[in-house]
């Protein structure tokens, strides 16, 4: 049985698209018999809708590690629309709102994710520290959670703390 979901976000695109397609019926009934069929341009054009969650297909979020040995990843796809699966291969699937799918655009966004990805890996000084990677579509940003590594990667943390207070990750 599929679950489909309805949001604010869903309802705002058909809103969107009974409105373009209202314009352009209504354009068309307007034409006068001479004016049909004839080659010249219109005066006005409807302008597509933008794609939505333009900035990634979808993210993956691993954490793994520390003292009880996790490996949990997510997957969560360009509508907010998540997949949480636990060390056992226990899945657990959920939403985000609206906002929420909208900030993790922004975080997404970030252009200091691809200097984050480019970062060499350095064997961790910490144990039982956790382990962290972010991929965005193509980009990946990796990381051990020890600061006595030198410098983490701030976005892509962001975007692991993020999912966590989402409950997602």
């Known amino acids: 049985m599929k679950t489909y979901y309805v949001t604010s976000l869903t309802r705002s695109c058909l809103v969107g698209v009974t409105a373009i397609l209202a314009v352009v019926l209504t354009g068309c009934a307007g034409q006068s018999p001479s004016t049909a069929g004839s080659s010249a341009a219109p005066e006005s054009t409807v302008a597509p809708a933008p794609s939505l ?3 990634f297909v979808s993210i993956t ?10 490996n949990d990843a997510v997957i969560i796809d360009g509508r907010g629309v998540w997949t949480h699966t636990d060390k056992a291969g226990k899945q657990t699937r959920g939403m985000l709102t609206a906002e929420q799918t909208a900030q993790l655009v922004t975080l997404a966004a970030n252009p200091q994710l691809t200097d984050e ?3 060499p890996q350095k064997t961790t000084t910490c144990n039982d520290a956790f382990s ?3 991929t965005i579509d193509e980009t990946t940003v990796a990381w051990v959670d ?3 590594d030198g410098a983490l990667p701030a976005a892509a943390m962001q975007i692991a703390d993020f ?3 989402a409950k997602a990750l």
């Open 53 to 55: 969650n333009a900035h």
């Open 61 to 70: 979020a691993r954490k793994a590690g520390g003292i009880a040995g996790l």
């Open 117 to 119: 990805s480019r970062r």
């Open 132 to 134: 962290y990677a972010i």
């Open 146 to 148: 020890c600061q006595a």
């Open 163 to 165: 999912l966590g207070k």
